[in-house]
Structures are given as structure tokens and as C-alpha cells.
């Protein structure tokens, strides 16, 4: 009997929740406006009533996948009880209706942390922050409820078996990438509470920003992850080898990033010079509304793709509707706000503050160049002026030459000093950096290719332009220093997480950079027997045979590689499997991964005199792509766990606080 | 003018200029890589450039997918049920690439007529009809009902077929 209810207690939690939501997000705020503590006090409990709530709801439908209730129309089209446990639970968010309550938990999370980590802040902040991730939530549940209700039952014909989940959604990359990436959409969502907030109290200062820093950085270095696993899965799970699509569902994940990218180093421009106040709030606006339109663009069926699972015009309706509301209301309180809180700080233009800006703007213009690409054919179809679609040269075009100057200020940045920076500094510090950036980059590529790219030495002059300045930094950081070990100890974690974020960019850029050009791709035609030669390496097919699996088929091809003219050999086995329950087939691909080249074996298909089309990739560099991403989530990580947060979370007295603030203010 | 005006006048001023740049490099690379989408009625009837990169698509048409016994290259017809189009393809076609279903093709029109494709495109989901070509259909004057049983048949004979050979 219990058993059977699960789906409506899963349902009724979530009324509840939104309810909850809803007194979070109006009693908090009217408390502030109305001068009523007890009403503020509401903020914290609704939030955690919140988290509960929702996630009461999430263990039912969870509980629903578990126990193959196919009489629930969300499991029934998205499982199937052959799946394998951890399918089953991560196909919970293989779907719109999960995927938003997902969202939605996760929202309730980062509103409870937001709660949870906030005793220092003054009430009214708190009440305000929380008030507007209430609003936020409350948004959210509600569409959850009225356009996505995973709760729905098929009454009375109840289906004996479920339909199964999309075998390409059957792999770890599935099981990691959606959280991941939420974690970062969502996130963001504190830091555009923090900045309404801002916004409504009038008040924006150094502490201010040092609340704020923390939650952006952690939100982006999950959006990071999220997109660098997206990528990884694309790789090996669609079978072409290609890690980035320029397609629009990924463009909707860059874009966030990419403004959250300018607002991390804006935030880092206001807590230490107080500058760049309003441009700060504007881009936490921004980032939040970019993530909320990559949301609208991915749910909302407006694009058909992998991630594009509803098709209902309501629910597109909806998301935008709640975009235009969140979009409008923030940018009018920007507008009828903002002059408060500005003020001008001078600075000459070599100097940390104008490098940082020119940062901002490149990143902004990148963000723009993405967003028109992506939205352009959409509006065009909206506007029934045809269909046409922007293709990845476009992107190339715009994207590469605007990172590598981007790389051309990131080099200068770490090393220039705030305000003002004498230029004889500035070349005494990094001549023998550009010498070697320029000899090193331009020389690697003939060491390691047949032949020399001027692509690939571009991408690596500025790779090694962004590391070497480092290098030379950390060198000039840590000469005074008793020992190398003391004179390393004492620089802070933030300084290691900016290090190791830029480090991790670099490593990315000669990722894409080698990958893009020495990349070799044969396609073939192979019979038992036959061989053919892809990059140095033999590729011998001994046979093929027929593999049987609980839900699917497979063809399998045995193949063995020799490197050059080496005794040693090892087998690759690639698949083609039909999955049963959906009748649909996959190619799944051998790897051989490493850290210099990755060897790729796709199965094509049957040619049917008994020989296969096959798919073989030399993919020299292609991990330092998700490597860097790593490198970059790692540095953002670092950069919070440093002590000047730490310090601020166990500091006693909000009088005393308040002191400190107004000192550090003064002194900066 | 005092040095903080003149400093906001000249970022306002390099804002500007860059703006104008950013949007004029966009705009440029927009109008040489947008693809046009046509359907096999207009290419027929001369609408679609010849040697221009665009996408076509509709289903493809039963018993036309015809593989050279040698080599990589395949030829199959694209069909609106009005009329056809062939295509020539060198490659591996992608894994839902069957007879009755919804492509969409990225490739040249060859002045013979025949598209010569750089790119196959069929999606992640058996029942995906790809928005253009659904258009392109409607246009013809099928419902989506139609195409969908008749792809539904297709595929059933198919599976027959297959499951005959094995």
C-alpha cells in the first residue's frame, strides 16, 4: 500500500515545497521593506523546508525507477526493467521531468548552503539573498508542477514493461554530466541573488564582493566540469571523434561559462579596488540569465537534439515567460538602482584594473558572438524568415582569434601590479618569457609532427605566453624567501587557484590546438584479415563476432594494433550494438587512450559481404582538453578554500565586522 | 578636460570602436556560413545556388541506397514524395541512417543536379523527423501522419528483412 502511494507523497512534497518557496521568496523581502525582523527571520527555516521538500520528492521518483513503477508515465518512458541499477537511477534525470526537478533540487540546495553559510551576513542581506532564491525557486517548482510533472500516472492501462532509456544516455558521461553542469547553472543563481540584493540595499563594498566571490567561483568551477564531461562524452559516445559540435545545446552551456568567466574577474576588480561596481552587477545578472536561457533553449524543444527531450509548446512558454520576468525585473531594478551603488576609482591603463577590463570585454564579445550565432537562426525561424543554420566555421572564425587575444592579455595580467604599473617592469619581467614563448612554440611542432603547423605554433606561443609569465611570477614570489618550500608556502591558495585556472586554460588551448590540425582520420573498408595503416600504428582485423548483453546485440570486430615495426600488439574491440527495447542502434567505441595520442576504432556498418566500414582516429593532445578544464574547476576550488573566506565565516561580532569592513575600505 | 573625464571618454570611445568591429566581423562571417535549408520540390525547381554549401533533406526513399562494392561511396535519394533528389556520399553514415527515415544532408548541388554531400545527418532518436524536412514534407502536402506510418512500415519490413538473414 505504501509502495503504492510513493508517487503522490513524491507529488505532494512538491506542493509543498513550492509553498514553501513562495513564503521564502514574499515574506523575507516584505519583512525588509516593512522594517519586521520576525518576517526576515522566516528566510533561513522556509529554506531548509524548501531543500526538504523537494528533496522528499526527488527520493520518490527516484524510489518510482527503483522499483520499475511502470505505472508512473515518467518511468515508463524512460526505463525498462531489464536497465542496470545506476541507469536506472541516473535516468531519473535522463529526461525533461526529472531533469527539472533536478534542477529545481539543486536550486533548493544552493538556496540552503546559501543559508546555511551566511551567519556573518547582516540580517536584512540574508533576508534579501534568500528572498530572491526563494522567488527563484518558487518560479521553478511551479513549472515543475504545472507543464512537467514527473508524478503523472498511467492509470488504468498500466504497461508491463517501460520503454528504456536512450541507449546514448546509457553511460557514466551521462550519469555525471547533467549534475554537474546544474550545479553550475543553478549556482549562479546566488551570486544574482547577492547582486539584486546589492541592488535593493543600495550597498556594495569589499565585503560585499568577498561574499560574493566564493559562490561564483564555486558555481563556475562545476559549470566547468559539467561542460569538459559533455565534451568527453560527445567524444567517445557519438562515434565521429568530435569533442566540440559548436551545436546550439552546447553553445547554451558556453555561454553561461563565458560571462561567469568575466564576472569572477570583475568580482576580483571590486573586492580589491573597489571598482567595476555596476558592470560587477550587471554581469551576475547577465550570467544567471544566460543560464537560464540555456535552460529555455535545451527544454524548451526550440532545438532538436539529444537534449531535447519535451515538445510541448507550454513548457517553452513557460521558461520563457519566467526568463522575461527574471530578465525584466532585474535589469529594471539595475536601471532604477544602479547609480547608488557606483563609485570611480582611477587607474592608468597598464595596470591590473584596465588588463582586467580588457579581459571583460573580450570575454563579453566572445559571449555575444556565441549568443548571435546561436539565437540568429531561431529568431530568423520565429520570425518565419526561413530556416537556415550557423555552422561551426562561423564560430572558428570568431572564437579562436578572440581567444588568442585573450591569451595576449592573460600573460600580462598576473604579472602587472594593481592602479599602476611601470612599463619598464613590465618588459624587465617578461622579455625572456616572450623569447621563450615565441623560440619553444614555434620549434615543438617540428619535433613532434611530420610536419610543422603554423596553427599549432600559434596555439602553443600562446599556451606558453600564458604559463611562462607565471613561472617567472612564482619565481619573483619566492627568491626572498629562505628555501624554495618556505617562500612557496606562503603565497596564498588564491594566488595558486588564478595559477592553476590559468594553467588550465593553457593546457586546453594546446589541446584544441594539436588535436584540431594533426589529427588523422581514415575511414576504411575491412574484412577479416585485411590491414591498413593510420598514423604509424597497423590496424589488423582478426575477426568479427556476435556478442549478446541483457539489453542488446552486438556485432564486435577483433582488432589488433602494432605500433611501426614494434613486437608488441594490443586489441581493440569496437561494437555496434542494436538496443532491444528501443530497437535503436549505437556504435560503441574502442579506445585507446593516453596522455600524447589517443587511438579511436568506430564501427560503421555492415557492408554486407561480410566487411565493416570502420572509423579510425589518431587523436594526438585530445585529453589535455578535458585535462585543462580539470586544471581550471581545480583552480577555482583552490581559490575558495583560501583563508580570507575562512576567517570571515568564524568571525565573532557583526559590530566588530562592520568595523573591519569600513577599515579595509578606507585603506583600499 | 580633467584626466578622469578624458579617461572615460577614451574607454567610451574604444568601447564604441570595438563594438563596431566585433559586430561588423560577425555579421561578415554570419552572411559567408549561414546554410540555407531547401527541400527536394525547390531544389527542382532552381531555387537552391549550385556549388554553395547548403542543407537539404527529406526522407530517404526505399530501395535506393545503393553502396559501391569497393570503396566507402554510397548514393541514395532524398525524397519530399514530390520530388527527388540524389545524393552522393563518401563515408560512413551515421547509425540511424535507414531507408524511410528523415536525413538532413550538408553538401554542394553539383550543376547535374545531384548533391554531393559532406555530411549525413540523421538523429539520436528513431522517431525524429528533422524540423526542416518535417516542414518540407507539410509543404508537399503530408501530415506528419502519413510519413510516420510510412516510415513505421518501412522499418517493419526491414526488420523482417533482417531478421530473415540472420
Not at chain 1, 487 to 506: D, E, F, I, N, T
Not at chain 2, 100 to 110: C, F, H, S, Y
Request: aromatic residues 10%; glycine residues 8%.
Amino acid at each position: 500500500m505504501q509502495i503504492l502511494m510513493i508517487p503522490e507523497i513524491g507529488h505532494y512534497a512538491l506542493v509543498i515545497a513550492m509553498l514553501m518557496a513562495t513564503v521564502q521568496g514574499i515574506l523575507p523581502l516584505a519583512g525588509v521593506a516593512s522594517r519586521r525582523p520576525l518576517w526576515m527571520a522566516y528566510a533561513r527555516p522556509m529554506a531548509a523546508g524548501q531543500l526538504l521538500f523537494v528533496a522528499i520528492a526527488y527520493a520518490c521518483l527516484t524510489a518510482s525507477y527503483m522499483l520499475d513503477d511502470f505505472s508512473v508515465t515518467n518511468v515508463a518512458n524512460n526505463s525498462n526493467s531489464m536497465l542496470p541499477w545506476y541507469y536506472k537511477l541516473s535516468a531519473v534525470w535522463g529526461n525533461h521531468e526529472g531533469s527539472v526537478l533536478l534542477w529545481s533540487l539543486l536550486l533548493a540546495a544552493w538556496g540552503y548552503c546559501a543559508a546555511r553559510f551566511s551567519r556573518e551576513l547582516p540580517r536584512d542581506v540574508v533576508a534579501r539573498v534568500l528572498g530572491i532564491l526563494g522567488l527563484v525557486g518558487m518560479g521553478f517548482l511551479a513549472f515543475v508542477l504545472v507543464t512537467s510533472n514527473p508524478f503523472e500516472r498511467l492509470l488504468p492501462n498500466v504497461p508491463g514493461d517501460g520503454a528504456d532509456l536512450n541507449p546514448l544516455l546509457q553511460d557514466i558521461g551521462l550519469i555525471m554530466h547533467p549534475p554537474m553542469l546544474y550545479m553550475g547553472y543553478v549556482g549562479f543563481s546566488v551570486v544574482f541573488a547577492f547582486a539584486l540584493a546589492a541592488l535593493l540595499g543600495g550597498r556594495l563594498d569589499a565585503a560585499w564582493a568577498r561574499w560574493a566571490r566564493p559562490w561564483t567561483n564555486l558555481a563556475w568551477a562545476f559549470l566547468t566540469v559539467g561542460i569538459a564531461l559533455g565534451s568527453w562524452w560527445a567524444y567517445y559516445e557519438l562515434g565521429w571523434g568530435g569533442w566540440w559540435f559548436w551545436d546550439p545545446v552546447e553553445n547554451a552551456s558556453l555561454l553561461p561559462w563565458l560571462s561567469g568567466t568575466a564576472l569572477m574577474h570583475s568580482l576580483a576588480v571590486t573586492e580589491k579596488r573597489g571598482a567595476f561596481k555596476s558592470w560587477t552587477l550587471l554581469l551576475a545578472i547577465f550570467t544567471f540569465s544566460l543560464s537560464l536561457l540555456g535552460t529555455f533553449l535545451v527544454r524548451s524543444g526550440v532545438l532538436t537534439s539529444v537534449h531535447a527531450f519535451a515538445n510541448d509548446p507550454t513548457r517553452g512558454q513557460f521558461i520563457l515567460m519566467l526568463l522575461g520576468i527574471t530578465v525584466g525585473l532585474s535589469l529594471l531594478i539595475f536601471a532604477l538602482r544602479a547609480p547608488r551603488v557606483g563609485h570611480r576609482v582611477g587607474f592608468t591603463w597598464l595596470s591590473r584594473d584596465a588588463l582586467l577590463l580588457i579581459n571583460n570585454i573580450l570575454l563579453v564579445i566572445m559571449t555575444i558572438t556565441v549568443l548571435m550565432g546561436t539565437v540568429y537562426p531561431l529568431l530568423l525561424d520565429a520570425l518565419d524568415l526561413g530556416k537556415i543554420s550557423v555552422g561551426p566555421p562561423y564560430f572558428n572564425a570568431l572564437f579562436v582569434p578572440l581567444t588568442l587575444v585573450l591569451a595576449l592579455f592573460m600573460g600580462l595580467g598576473p604579472v602587472a601590479r594593481w592602479k599602476q604599473t611601470p612599463v619598464r617592469l613590465l618588459v624587465r619581467r617578461l622579455w625572456l618569457a616572450a623569447l621563450g614563448a615565441v623560440v619553444l612554440g614555434v620549434t615543438l611542432p617540428l619535433l613532434f609532427a611530420e610536419h610543422w603547423s603554423p596553427a599549432v605554433a600559434l596555439g602553443l606561443v600562446a599556451a606558453l605566453w600564458i604559463v611562462l609569465p607565471m613561472l617567472r611570477d612564482l619565481f619573483d614570489k619566492t627568491r626572498n624567501a629562505s628555501s624554495l618550500g618556505a617562500g612557496l608556502k606562503k603565497l596564498s591558495l588564491a594566488y595558486w587557484g588564478m595559477q592553476l585556472g590559468h594553467l588550465g586554460v593553457a593546457v586546453t588551448i594546446v589541446g584544441v590546438a594539436v588535436v584540431s590540425n594533426y589529427s588523422i582520420e581514415q575511414n576504411v573498408r575491412m574484412a577479416p584479415g585485411d590491414s591498413v595503416e593510420v598514423a604509424g600504428y597497423t590496424f589488423t582485423m582478426n575477426g568479427l563476432s556476435n556478442r549478446r548483453a541483457a539489453n542488446f546485440l552486438a556485432d564486435r570486430a577483433n582488432i589488433s594494433v602494432r605500433h611501426g615495426d614494434s613486437r608488441r600488439s594490443f586489441e581493440m574491440n569496437p561494437e555496434k550494438r542494436l538496443y532491444l527495447a528501443t530497437r535503436m542502434p549505437l556504435s560503441q567505441v574502442a579506445l585507446r587512450p593516453g596522455l600524447l595520442r589517443d587511438l579511436y576504432v568506430a564501427m560503421g556498418e555492415d557492408l554486407g559481404d561480410g566487411s565493416w566500414a570502420l572509423r579510425i582516429q589518431y587523436k594526438p593532445f585530445v585529453r589535455w582538453l578535458w585535462l585543462g578544464g580539470l586544471l581550471m574547476a581545480f583552480g577555482g576550488v583552490l581559490a575558495v578554500a583560501d583563508k580570507r573566506y575562512r576567517r570571515l565565516a568564524t568571525a565573532p561580532d557583526p559590530e566588530v565586522r562592520a568595523a573591519n569592513a569600513i577599515g579595509r575600505e578606507a585603506r583600499a | 578636460m580633467r584626466p578622469k573625464r578624458k579617461q572615460k571618454l577614451y574607454l567610451s570611445l574604444g568601447l564604441i570602436a570595438l563594438a563596431a568591429v566585433a559586430v561588423g566581423l560577425t555579421l561578415y562571417a554570419l552572411r559567408s556560413n549561414i546554410n540555407l535549408f531547401f527541400s527536394p520540390v525547390q531544389i527542382a525547381a532552381g531555387d537552391a545556388p549550385i556549388e554553395r554549401q547548403i542543407r537539404a533533406g527529406g526522407m530517404v526513399k526505399e530501395g535506393t541506397v545503393a553502396r559501391d562494392p569497393e570503396s566507402l561511396d554510397v548514393a541514395f535519394v532524398v525524397t519530399d514524395y514530390v520530388d527527388d533528389l540524389e545524393v552522393r556520399y563518401s563515408g560512413i553514415l551515421p547509425d540511424l541512417f535507414r531507408e524511410g527515415q528523415g536525413v538532413v544532408v550538408v553538401g554542394k548541388l553539383q550543376s547535374e543536379g545531384w548533391l554531393r554531400a559532406d555530411q549525413v545527418l540523421a538523429r539520436h532518436d528513431e522517431n525524429y523527423m528533422p524540423p526542416e524536412v518535417a516542414q518540407a514534407l507539410e509543404d508537399a502536402g503530408y501530415t506528419p501522419e502519413d510519413y510516420q506510418d510510412k516510415a513505421a512500415e518501412v522499418g517493419e519490413r526491414m526488420d523482417a528483412r533482417q531478421g530473415a538473414s540472420q
